[in-house]
């Protein structure tokens, strides 16, 4: 197992984050809100259009050249840009590759960045929650899916946390308390999407999905965009923000699929954040936050065994013992996570780690004295994972 | 349920002829002639060893349950909820999806032991797994 370069530890930072409005945005487009977003990121770095020489984006599944359309709307020819194919590891990919093409001397300041127009295209009429799919119907498996029943990302994930149910004893009370500690985190975050509290008993009564999931297992449905601005820690401490070092990534991806071998219950974070975790030269002890990719919340059980936070098995016991709260042993998904914010395929999970490392918030949001985050990206047909470690950087 | 059509396979040029045995009842899986090895789906090379030498070996249908999910929201109006879905560790080794055809969830195990069975839909014979 290779591990990626350890002299990169710390030698690019996050300068600028940008995102749209969120939620239920009507009227809104994909690119529109991804360009609000690059826009507001821009703008934090303190930069403006002329220091912008790359874009690496992940747009919607449906646009076609989707990085090329984001540089028309920019008005901005890029010495690099592209756009990437890992689902929700994308996000944090982009910024990956953004180092890897600064270093390599592609070019110098990267916009990284994704949107969707979900809720608005689901509800753009009485029929559409049921009949337009998130996923167009020529990108699904032709055969060996729907034929047998099975349906959506909600399907696949079901799967993966039934069998840890069965394998380590997994309980619907340890998956309920992921849910219901994100919803206290969104509660106290004005642009989350979810106002209302929920207890353990509302999360009981949640209307079935596919079990083992109900709907309060399951991501929302948002309108909303998030963008970074990446370049070299050097040029960074000229910039109006303090810095957030890049000081670690990895990447993994489990191609052979959720149903091969161990797959569902060992997933891909555990080789992807054993790199991260060597690039930075830290452990998971270390780690003061961890805004993990949350589509289920049987997602975030097995990264916090997979991460090595606990041990394999006992992820839901860790959860249950209030360990992601703000004044847990790990606050995670501190501003609500895609369960109780919204759901922007893990870009906001990146922002939070980056304000959280600013010390951006009151005490009442704030981790105190918050000095490494880990992020995490999942998604794809749910094997591929990429991970981030980021470290305040000099004030 | 008139004018309600279930989702049927779109094969490709790898899997017709599964899906061409599986009208006849007969469950072939790739088998490898270089490392004897089993996959699902079928493709053009072992993907262990990359050979393109292998043949269509009659399976046992013989397998247990790797994991298993109730759907209860309805996705599509051809499948009426509440309905199992599972994977299924087949004795020959693959993993693969499946309906499990019970209305007695309770009874329903990760390990479980399986065998397949047929289930029609429009003009297709899809396989399924039921209790052993
Ligand atoms: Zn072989």
């Known amino acids: 197992m290779s591990n990626p370069n350890r002299t990169l530890s710390g030698k690019y930072a996050i300068v600028g984050v940008g995102q749209s409005d969120l939620g239920q945005v009507p009227g809104s487009s994909s690119l529109g809100l991804l360009n609000e977003a690059m826009h507001n990121a821009v703008n934090d770095a303190g930069l403006s259009k002329p220091d912008i020489d790359g874009i690496i984006c992940r747009g919607p599944d449906d646009v076609y050249t989707h990085h090329q359309r984001m540089g028309e709307l920019l008005g901005i020819d890029a010495q690099f840009s592209t756009t990437l194919d890992n689902g929700g590891a994308s996000q944090i990919l982009s910024i990956i590759l953004a180092v890897m093409a600064i270093d390599a001397g592609m070019c110098d300041v990267v916009l990284c960045g994704y949107g969707r127009d979900s809720w608005s295209r689901t509800h753009r009429d009485t029929t559409a929650r049921m009949s337009v799919p998130l996923v167009p119907p020529e990108q699904e498996r032709s055969e060996f899916n729907a034929e047998m029943g099975m349906f959506g990302a909600v399907g696949m994930h079901a799967l993966g946390a039934s069998r840890h149910m069965a394998l380590y004893g997994t309980s619907k009370d340890h998956l309920g308390s992921i849910a219901v500690a994100f919803r206290e985190h969104a509660l106290r975050n004005p642009a989350a999407q979810m106002k209302q509290p929920l207890s353990m008993e509302k999360y009981h009564s949640g209307r079935p999905i596919v079990d083992p999931f109900n709907m309060y297992d399951c991501s929302l449905v948002t309108d909303g965009a998030g963008a970074v601005v990446v370049c070299s820690a050097e040029r960074a401490k000229d910039l109006r923000q303090i810095p957030v070092l890049i000081s670690g990534f990895g990447t993994f991806n489990n191609l052979r699929g959720w149903y091969y071998d161990e797959h569902m219950t060992d997933t891909a974070a555990r080789r992807s954040g054993g790199k991260a975790f060597s690039m930075a030269g830290i452990g998971p002890k270390e780690i003061d936050t961890a805004q993990l990719y949350d589509c289920f919340t049987y997602m975030v059980l097995t990264q916090l065994e997979d991460y090595g936070f606990c041990a394999k098995g006992e992820g839901g016991p860790f959860a249950m013992s209030g360990a992601l709260g703000l004044d847990g042993a790990l606050p995670s998904n501190t501003s609500g996570g895609q369960l109780s914010e919204g759901h922007v395929e893990g870009m906001l999970q990146i922002l939070e780690g980056i304000r959280q490392l600013r010390h951006s918030y009151g005490p009442d949001r704030q981790v105190s004295d918050a000095q490494w985050a880990l992020v995490s990206g999942h998604g794809g047909n749910t094997v591929c994972h990429s991970s981030l470690i980021l470290q305040r950087g000099g004030a | ?132």
């Open chain 2, 1 to 132: 349920m008139s004018g309600v059509h279930r989702p049927v396979p779109r094969p490709s040029p790898e899997t017709v002829p599964f899906w061409e045995a599986c009208q006849q009842e007969r469950f072939l899986l790739p088998r490898c002639s270089q490392c004897g090895s089993f996959w699902f789906p079928p493709t053009a090379f072992c993907p262990e060893c990359w050979s393109p030498n292998w043949d269509w070996h009659e399976a046992t249908g013989l397998g247990s349950l790797h994991s298993f999910v109730i759907f209860r929201r309805q996705y599509h109006p051809a499948f009426v909820t509440p309905y199992a879905v599972g994977v299924v560790h087949l004795k020959e080794g693959p993993n693969i999806l499946g309906r499990i055809l019970t209305n007695d969830f309770e009874k329903l195990h990760v390990e479980m032991p399986l065998t397949l069975m047929w289930d029609r839909a429009e003009e297709w014979v899809i396989p399924a797994f039921q209790s052993f």
